[in-house]
């Protein structure tokens, strides 16, 4: 990664490739109409990103590119016409800027993708220029760094048990995972007063067992399902934030509640999902599609964490220029999220 003199600093991609990475001086945008200025102070990454980086995901990315898509920064300058913040208002961006409340755009045959650090320019930058419906007002109660882990891995996990799921005290929840979706689910689940059982690597169960779960599962001794019909007196999982994908969808429909929901959220194990019928029929098991969440949602969100002083799990905070060992790190497998911090 290499860096050129000039004015701000922005990560771009002439062309695929991590190699690719180049960290140049620009002019300090000006906002146009309806848009704002944000100073940012830290960005989250996400595997998707690191993806993006490195395959491009058959994305329609116009060269060059910024990656990443989570920021939270602060307003610096407004143009013509902006109503929602003024200079100096803490915000973070929105995953996906043009799903604000409702049904996500796009049609059967086509449904709409187009997120920030995708098909969107990203965030990897000391300054960005978005319309201002792009942010939301970030928590009070949070860090910039903590505030950076909300827009994708935060808000997937809210809009998951609390937007389609109505999460409820008293349910069971089972979590996928020690990731960041997985973590906020733990503490989402909690927050609402549920039962939460993680099925997981053995290393991490003190640190997921300290951040508020009940019962931990050692996904890697046979059993699997097993345990998780032990831990519940046969009544299964209520909420599953299913994380791996594959077949392992129909690990997930053995081990439902009646009337239980499944979440699919992820595609670890691939993206071709399969599980078996009779159960899925009998238990009356609603699978919910989860590509993150509307604007709206995550306003909703913000209050909560606000209410409730949630603290996102942050394993490791890098620099602008650490960014390689920074994805090197998600390849590892953090604990939590990943944040580049450039405030």
Same mark, same amino acid.
């Given at each position: 990664?290499?860096?050129?003199?000039?004015?701000?600093?922005?990560?771009?991609?002439?062309?695929?490739?991590?190699?690719?990475?180049?960290?140049?001086?620009?002019?300090?945008?000006?906002?146009?109409?309806?848009?704002?200025?944000?100073?940012?102070?830290?960005?989250?990454?996400?595997?998707?990103?690191?993806?993006?980086?490195?395959?491009?995901?058959?994305?329609?990315?116009?060269?060059?590119?910024?990656?990443?898509?989570?920021?939270?920064?602060?307003?610096?300058?407004?143009?013509?016409?902006?109503?929602?913040?003024?200079? *100096?208002? &803490? $915000? +973070?961006?929105?995953?996906?800027?043009?799903? %604000? !409340?409702?049904?996500?755009?796009?049609? =059967?045959?086509?449904?709409?993708?187009?997120?920030?650090?995708?098909?969107?320019?990203?965030?990897?930058?000391?300054?960005?220029?978005?319309?201002?419906?792009?942010?939301?007002?970030?928590?009070?109660?949070?860090?910039?760094?903590?505030?950076?882990?909300?827009?994708?891995?935060?808000?997937?996990?809210?809009?998951?048990?609390?937007?389609?799921?109505?999460?409820?005290?008293?349910?069971?929840?089972?979590?996928?995972?020690?990731?960041?979706?997985?973590?906020?689910?733990?503490?989402?689940?909690?927050?609402? *007063?549920? &039962? $939460? +059982?993680?099925?997981?690597?053995?290393?991490? %169960? !003190?640190?997921?067992?300290?951040?508020? =779960?009940?019962?931990?599962?050692?996904?890697?001794?046979?059993?699997?399902?097993?345990?998780?019909?032990?831990?519940?007196?046969?009544?299964?999982?209520?909420?599953?934030?299913?994380?791996?994908?594959?077949?392992?969808?129909?690990?997930?429909?053995?081990?439902?509640?009646?009337?239980?929901?499944?979440?699919?959220?992820?595609?670890?194990?691939?993206?071709?999902?399969?599980?078996?019928?009779?159960?899925?029929?009998?238990?009356?098991?609603?699978?919910?599609?989860?590509?993150?969440?509307?604007?709206?949602?995550?306003?909703?969100?913000?209050?909560?964490?606000?209410?409730?002083?949630?603290?996102?799990?942050?394993?490791?905070?890098?620099?602008?220029?650490?960014?390689?060992?920074?994805?090197?790190?998600?390849?590892?497998?953090?604990?939590?999220?990943?944040?580049?911090?450039?405030?």
């Amino acid at each position: 990664m290499t860096c050129d003199r000039n004015t701000d600093a922005t990560l771009e991609l002439d062309e695929i490739g991590r190699d690719n990475l180049t960290l140049r001086r620009v002019p300090v945008p000006d906002p146009g109409p309806g848009e704002v200025v944000v100073k940012v102070a830290a960005v989250a990454l996400n595997y998707r990103g690191k993806m993006v980086i490195e395959t491009g995901r058959g994305l329609p990315l116009r060269f060059p590119f910024t990656p990443a898509s989570d920021l939270a920064g602060s307003v610096v300058a407004v143009g013509t016409g902006v109503s929602r913040f003024e200079p *100096g208002d &803490e $915000v +973070i961006s929105t995953f996906t800027p043009d799903w %604000r !409340d409702g049904r996500r755009g796009g049609t =059967a045959r086509t449904p709409s993708y187009r997120t920030l650090g995708g098909y969107y320019a990203g965030v990897l930058a000391d300054h960005v220029v978005f319309d201002e419906n792009w942010f939301v007002r970030a928590p009070a109660t949070l860090t910039a760094a903590e505030a950076s882990t909300l827009p994708c891995a935060g808000l997937t996990a809210w809009f998951a048990l609390v937007e389609r799921g109505r999460v409820h005290a008293g349910d069971v929840v089972l979590v996928e995972g020690t990731g960041g979706v997985s973590l906020f689910g733990v503490q989402i689940a909690k927050m609402h *007063g549920a &039962e $939460v +059982i993680v099925s997981g690597s053995a290393a991490k %169960r !003190d640190l997921v067992m300290a951040l508020g =779960a009940d019962h931990f599962v050692d996904r890697s001794q046979d059993g699997w399902r097993e345990s998780i019909l032990g831990l519940t007196g046969d009544h299964g999982a209520d909420h599953i934030l299913e994380i791996v994908g594959g077949p392992h969808l129909g690990e997930a429909v053995e081990v439902a509640a009646v009337g239980g929901h499944i979440h699919q959220i992820g595609a670890v194990a691939g993206f071709d999902v399969s599980a078996p019928v009779m159960p899925l029929m009998l238990k009356d098991v609603t699978i919910h599609g989860i590509g993150t969440g509307h604007r709206r949602a995550l306003e909703n969100f913000v209050a909560a964490v606000d209410r409730t002083a949630l603290k996102p799990a942050i394993d490791t905070r890098y620099p602008l220029d650490q960014l390689p060992a920074a994805l090197d790190h998600l390849d590892r497998g953090p604990f939590g999220k990943i944040v580049v911090v450039l405030d």
